[in-house]
């Protein structure tokens, strides 16, 4: 029955895609095999692995912020929930985009982050980040965070 919906659907409006252009294709899937390769090259897991609690460690430290809510993380992914209030958690009103602001503050003193939703920041690092980096790119947010302590206190 479902066969001949997508048929006869295809017939009076086209064929039914269901793929991207790159799936399955070829290129795409020679570059991914070659990805493993050089991850296992360059023991990439384990540098993973060597470096994360580092990186976790100094992004729990945020968990003591005044506007995080909670800091949580696992390897080298992880995020910050600002809050309006730090006891109930409360999240801060979505049109204000504390998050967003956050994110470009963050730019302005040259580090990429994202926002996600209840203005959550998130941190994505290279695999191949080092324990210096990880220092400035922490280093660098609380510099944003300062900052934020001013804006939400004006609003």
Not at 4 to 23: A, D, E
Not at 34 to 58: A, G, M, W
């Amino acid at each position: 029955n479902i066969y001949q919906v997508l048929v006869s659907g295809s017939k009076s409006i086209g064929t039914f895609g269901t793929g991207f252009t790159y799936s399955g294709h070829p290129v795409p899937a020679a570059v991914a095999l070659e990805t493993l390769n050089i991850y296992e090259d360059c023991n990439i897991v384990q540098q993973v692995k060597n470096i994360s609690p580092h990186f976790l460690e100094r992004l729990h430290e945020f968990g003591v912020h005044p506007l995080v809510g909670e800091a949580r993380g696992v390897g080298l992914i992880g995020a910050v929930e600002l809050v309006k209030d730090k006891d109930t958690r409360l999240n801060f009103n979505p049109g204000l985009k504390v998050g967003p602001w956050v994110v470009r503050r963050a730019a302005e003193h040259g580090l990429i982050v994202r926002a996600l939703i209840n203005d959550t920041i998130a941190f994505c690092p290279p695999l191949i980040i080092n324990d210096e980096q990880i220092d400035d790119m922490f280093d660098r947010f609380a510099n944003a965070m300062d900052d934020a302590i001013s804006m939400v206190n004006g609003i």
